[in-house]
């Protein structure tokens, strides 16, 4: 008799000591704990990281030069090349436009259109291959013109501040091949394309230096 009246108390107490469990694993019976969900991922926070640095590397390389260029009295130097302002301008519309396809590669990834992220990061990575390949020609053409890094102070400057932009090019552009093949393996879904945000904030950043890069070497 003792043991039936000791079990049937055990199983009337089980349910309150459950619901006891359950409030204090919650918080005192207040809402469920939530994660703790960070803004960024690591991932982007170390991109932002990576073009802290570069922004004051080129600000650096941008400051040499204003101050070579504050200082002359004649800018370009007698005897130098000018610098081929229509071609370059063309080309910097290019560029301009692959900031768009690899914006439109983020909005395909976020709605887990493979086939559209694939496409926009190829388009991308043409476009900002044509902007090299058309940089390169007009290289040789200033080098065949006289316009060297030994020639003069103004050459050693626009070979050092537009080389150091195209090497973040070229970076920018093995980056966008990695991504487009690693989409076209379904890689990325809807919530999980960090991967492709990630490459577009660099070539962001390299595309929106350009302007800044024109205009103060090619036309100030």
């Known amino acids: 008799m003792a043991t039936g009246s000791l079990a049937r108390k055990l199983e009337d107490t089980a349910p309150a000591v459950a619901a006891t469990s359950r409030r204090e694993f919650s918080g005192g019976g207040g809402p469920p ?3 703790n969900v960070p803004v960024l991922s690591n991932a982007r926070l170390a991109v932002i990281m990576l073009l802290a640095a570069e922004l004051m590397f080129f600000a650096g390389l941008i400051g040499a030069f ?6 002359a009295q004649v800018w370009p130097p007698p005897f130098q090349p000018r610098l081929p302002l229509g071609v370059t301008g063309v080309n910097t519309v290019i560029l301009l436009v692959s900031a768009l396809t690899v914006h439109w590669a983020v909005g395909a990834a976020r709605a887990g259109a493979i086939a559209g992220t694939v496409r926009h990061l190829a388009w991308t ?3 900002g291959a044509l902007f090299l390949v058309i940089q390169g020609y007009e ?3 200033m ?3 006289g316009l060297t890094t030994s020639s003069s102070v103004y050459g050693g400057l626009f070979y050092t501040l537009i080389g ?5 090019v070229i970076g920018g552009l093995m980056w966008l091949a990695i991504v487009c093949w690693q989409s076209s393996r379904g890689r990325f879904t809807k919530k999980d394309f960090v991967g492709v945000q990630t490459p577009r904030m660099y070539w962001t950043f390299v595309v929106a230096l350009w ?3 024109y205009g103060l070497v090619y036309l100030y």
């Open 125 to 127: 990575a043409l476009l």
């Open 139 to 141: 290289w040789l053409r």
């Open 211 to 213: 302007p800044v890069l």
């Open 164 to 168: 150091a932009h195209g090497v973040h």
């Open 33 to 35: 704990v939530r994660p």
């Open 66 to 71: 204003l101050v070579f260029r504050l200082s």
């Open 143 to 145: 080098i065949h013109f």
